[in-house]
């Protein structure tokens, strides 16, 4: 009954203010298009510093570049937050190709982050092809040893999240090194995480989860065009010879930064809501849709809150992760001082699924929670902004899960974003302004709504104390 | 009270049916996200013809391809409709620069669309910047004669939908020279319907209107970037001199043809419903935004029926329109010669309006045949399908407007599209597949549901019959 009588109370009082929050959310959208800092930011992240892999001199770059800049916006506190990171080096660009008699036919590989090297003439041997860790146990380790595993299971394509058909393919890419070494296969080739067929391949990270160091074997992933042409070959030419060659290292943890600026809550200072995407990124491309765009969006709450003179109730916090992609470091680090301090969160938001359209949010929450947000759809209707629905929010912000947090993710159209996941081609001219800028008033706009009103969890305390 | 009747009856229909629609609508997406082939289409339409400006012998060649591919179909029948077409063309690239002192800078410029030449030696005259027709009146003949009108009125760029941003400021475009004119201005330059900033000038069409030939003066589109440039080195130096030299030319009408195909309906054979796009384009880039994506996905739409096995109770003729950009005579061929038969029909569908995500469609229409497209909402539902508005349809179906036929318009996200809109970079790259393929799914299923139920105002011919 409370739950109700809460979402009563709080849809009366929305009603009330409604005309005061859809001027508010209009604001935000129009300084974010008409007067917007995100895509000149994108553009000095992209370009000036580049790819920015954890335990880089970029990553770095990175870091003070947050700092400043955070800095230049007159917040009430910013600083840098200590973690130690995994530093992975690729070396020099690798090479691929497979042999058919004297024949060789170059194919475009990378290796995965966190792969061990081949020998430094490189990897030569038969190929077998396989769809999944269940087909490897069929053909056991008879067929396999000595062997390349090749796996080609493709993204499916008929499903609408671009996110599903990741996640029904990506556990090759994770754990097919480890599974592969088991049967004694002595490398590993993943069919890129691409639903499009093109030359560039894909990287990501892996693991070789308990797999003893002397068992661990090379990983890399071919690009979708050189996976098919592959398939093809090996089903005229099963004995082919694969060659790759890469050098890849890795090396002790380092230390580096999560990047934190916050603007100090008038009514409620103690209350933390949270903004952020992270500052790492894979080093082919220069990652300007994973997460450099989440990154600029998530500064942008905090300018625009300034710029349009809305000064939060509650303290709202932007961190810059470090280390998303090949760790979780700075994600699990920012939450554990968190706990230390004995900070009271009561939302987190991520934004890291590309720069693209923004089309909602997904939520981890209460149903309590859920019901709040649903509300105030009507006031996102005018942007275009339609999808609100339970699901993930981010990898960042999830070590700060817990009962009485609402998190939240970003969702932006998927159709294009692994076009561009963890390749050369994700840079900055494949982001599009008005794209950018709007997912930055989306969450700027989201951010308001929790600011102005709280949270469900929260206010169900407040009614039980 | 009829129409609640009716409009009972037909959800009680639908709740009974549901399972099935759903069925039917997974398909289409299905088969076109698993096996499509509007995006093969899409290439040889812009990589083996390109631009195909009405009159030149690529729309020619396009005409060919249409109807080769229609019959490669199996459709009931296929066939062209002839129509004349206006003929105009640029010539040689433009050449234009502003001039100050000694020193030349050249800007980026395309003719306008109809625009007449400069002589041969080209234009030279200093420069008035102004922002509408209003400017014009207050400044009279004596600040413009002997002139070059510049119109530098920006897109608005916190408009959500980017349509309605073209929609304020593409009269400078249509109207500016006739305007101009009436005030002695000897040449139009005009600032590109464009929201990014960048070197590509976009051209489009204009209007003399009832301007004498001898007092029509040349018109050409700048870049964004280029405009920008002009204007600031205007606040400095006022008297500066622009220079363009064009040899675009009117020709007399030429015979060119709509491109149409059908399958019969099975039980309704005398109700047609239409699904369309336009096969001309402009000459810039290959036109595969506009509206090669529309023509694609308009022949996919019937090949999806086909390949899916399902045979619609209605006439559906896909129909490929010849000069939307230039005249839109096609789109009034189409409409004379269907009134001349006294065909009837129910329902059209065009797409043109760029090969991104779909979002929904726009709808001309009576109440109560959009209350029956808002009982449809559900299915849409699982494919991020949430527009559904009351607006315009397509320019070429408009001519077949009356009170008894349901226009629509495929909806997709509009944010990219006037980057590419009529300039040299509409071409087939700036096509995602799976972006192109979501929208022919998601027109068939519109059809579907049309061919399934009828439509609204049909239905109450019936209940009063």
Not at 184 to 193: D, H
Request: neutral net charge.
């Amino acid at each position: 009954m409370k739950n109700i009588f809460t979402i009563c109370l709080l849809a009366s009082t929305l009603a009330f203010a409604q005309k005061s929050d859809e001027e508010r959310v209009k604001s935000f959208y129009d300084a974010s298009l008409l007067n917007g800092k995100s895509y000149e930011w994108l553009d000095a992240l992209s370009n000036d510093i580049g790819g920015r892999l954890s335990g880089s001199p970029q990553a770095e770059m990175a870091v003070k570049w947050g700092e400043r800049e955070l800095r230049a916006l007159g917040l009430d506190k910013v600083w840098l937050q200590p973690v130690m990171v995994p530093k992975w080096t690729r070396g020099e660009a690798e090479k691929a190709y497979f042999q058919i008699g004297g024949k060789k036919t170059a194919v475009p590989i990378c290796a995965l982050g966190g792969s061990v090297a081949t020998k430094a003439s490189g990897l030569k041997a038969s190929v077998i092809e396989v769809q999944n860790f269940e087909e490897l146990a069929t053909l056991g380790k008879e067929k396999i040893a000595g062997k390349i595993v090749f796996y080609n299971r493709p993204m499916q394509a008929n499903l609408i999240s671009t996110f599903s058909a990741y996640g029904g393919c990506v556990n090759q890419r994770y754990a097919g090194a480890m599974e592969a070494a088991k049967y004694g296969a002595v490398g590993v080739i993943v069919r890129s995480m691409n639903l499009r067929m093109d030359d560039y391949p894909h990287t990501g990270s892996m693991t070789y989860g308990e797999t003893p160091v002397k068992d661990r074997i090379p990983a890399a992933a071919i690009s979708t065009k050189g996976a098919a042409l592959l398939s093809a070959q090996l089903k005229e030419h099963p004995r082919l010879q694969f060659y790759f060659k890469q050098n890849c290292q890795q090396f002790d943890d380092v230390l580096s930064h999560n990047v934190i600026g916050e603007i100090k809550g008038s009514e409620f200072p103690n209350e933390v809501m949270v903004v952020g995407g992270h500052l790492d990124s894979w080093d082919l491309g220069d990652g300007s849709h994973d997460d450099g765009a989440g990154v600029v969006q998530s500064m942008e709450v905090l300018r625009l809150f300034k710029e349009t003179g809305y000064k939060p109730k509650r303290t709202i916090r932007v961190v810059l992760f470090m280390n998303e992609e090949n760790g979780l470091r700075g994600g699990r680090k920012y939450a554990e001082v968190a706990k230390e301090k004995g900070e009271k969160h009561i939302f987190a938001l991520e934004s890291d699924a590309g720069g693209f359209t923004p089309r909602g949010f997904s939520f981890d929450c209460s149903d309590a929670a859920f019901a709040q947000v649903q509300s105030w759809k009507p006031l996102f209707e005018p942007y275009l902004i339609h999808y609100f629905a339970k699901g993930g929010s981010g990898a960042d912000i999830g070590p700060l899960k817990d009962e009485n947090i609402v998190l939240a993710g970003l969702r932006p159209d998927s159709q294009r974003y692994f076009d561009h996941h963890h390749a050369a081609n994700d840079t900055f001219d494949a982001v599009n302004k008005r794209e950018l800028e709007l997912g930055a008033a989306t969450m700027t706009s989201l951010m308001y709504l929790f600011d102005k009103y709280g949270t469900q969890p929260e206010l169900e305390e407040k009614i039980k104390g």
